[in-house]
């Protein structure tokens, strides 16, 4: 069993960046695909970056270039940074993570955590 938490939010201005991270416990956490989704008011959860076990890592294509996904599996930690933030990115953003799956779809993820809030001024 995985449990995750995420912390770092928070309101900023547009042009700012943010590091957001999710802390793991549980057995074999190093093994896992984790994930960042995130979900604006009144809209889906949306796939953000997934980084595997091996730091391959992959991003919604909107968001390549401002987001960065890493992780320090010494911690049982993984990261999202954000930078040149956008009044689009407010959001909840959810940590996520699964075992032997590399996905972008929500509903394959087995693990959640309860989302820290980043909204985005202009």
């Known amino acids: 069993q995985v449990q995750l938490v995420e912390s770092g939010g928070g309101l900023v201005q547009a042009g700012d960046s943010l590091r957001l991270s999710c802390a793991a416990t549980g057995p074999l956490f190093s093994t896992y695909t984790a994930a960042w989704f995130r979900q604006a008011p009144g809209k889906e959860r949306d796939f953000v970056a997934y980084i595997t076990w091996t730091r391959g890592t992959y991003y919604a294509d909107s968001l390549k270039g401002r987001f960065t996904i890493s992780r320090d599996n010494a911690k049982n930690t993984v990261f999202l940074q954000m930078n040149s933030l956008k009044p689009e990115d407010t959001a909840v953003y959810y940590c996520?993570?699964?075992?032997?799956?590399?996905?972008?779809?929500?509903?394959?993820?087995?693990?959640w955590g309860n989302g820290t809030q980043v909204t985005v001024s202009s």
């Open positions: 996520a993570a699964v075992r032997d799956v590399v996905s972008t779809a929500t509903n394959l993820y087995a693990y």
